[in-house]
T-cell receptor, first 112, second 115 residues
């Protein structure tokens, strides 16, 4: 199984950018990189995903290294509502199915 | 509201009992996934259904079973409950089944407490 490595926790000041790193040195050529976040007492929430190129959406940006062995989720201006556990996940596809395997994630604290 | 509906939100039951958790996927989504989240294990994938058929199995115990009905809602049945089954159970849905190029949408979960 392709695995990811993330720091256990990070802190950020409110309204500053946050860069959440993820290492995935065993990624295969067809694995997508997904980011989800889970706010306290809620279900996980999709943030962004990508394959090779950098991706932007209204929530965040995803920067993918050229060799695809690492990626960084960028929150451009952290707010208190961004305090959550952020999961970096590689999609695993079998015959006619896929599932996302969640690791421990990074707990992001936002300081007012 | 994510569009994925899970009922009930909370459930308290005794050891040895059987419960059924229900999930209605987001409109248009054909795949349903069940996850278990306990304090010490994190989010564990249990099982996936796509358009009524089982597609993938994860760490699902033999005491647990699931199905997806023609209207695409899904039920997770947990039997012979043990204290260790106490957890949050999440359902997620997505449009397709294979080689994802889109995200999952999660429900808000069912908190099961076994006493």
């Amino acid at each position: 199984d392709a695995k990811t490595t993330q720091p256990n926790s990070m802190e950020s000041n409110e309204e500053e950018p946050v860069h959440l790193p993820c290492n995935h040195s065993t990624i295969s050529g067809t694995d997508y990189i997904h980011w989800y976040r889970q706010l306290p007492s809620q279900g996980p929430e999709y943030v962004i995903h990508g394959l090779t190129s950098n991706v932007n959406n209204r929530m965040a940006s995803l920067a993918i290294a050229e060799d695809r062995k690492s990626s960084t989720l960028i929150l451009h201006r952290a707010t208190l509502r961004d305090a959550a556990v952020y999961y970096c996940i590689l999609s695993e596809s079998g015959a006619g199915s896929y599932q996302l395997t969640f690791g421990k994630g990074t707990k992001l604290s936002v300081i007012p | 509201d994510s569009g994925v509906t899970q009922t009930p939100k909370h459930l308290i039951t005794a050891t040895g009992q059987r419960v059924t958790l229900r999930c209605s996927p987001r409109s248009g989504d054909l795949s349903v996934y069940w996850y278990q989240q306990s304090l010490d294990q994190g989010l564990q994938f249990l099982i996936q259904y796509y358009n009524g058929e089982e597609r993938a199995k994860g760490n699902i115990l033999e005491r647990f079973s699931a199905q997806q009905f023609p209207d695409l809602h899904s039920e997770l049945n947990l039997s012979s409950l043990e204290l260790g089954d106490s957890a949050l159970y999440f359902c997620a849905s997505s449009v397709g089944s294979d080689r994802i190029n889109y995200g999952y949408t999660f429900g808000s979960g069912t908190r099961l407490t076994v006493v």
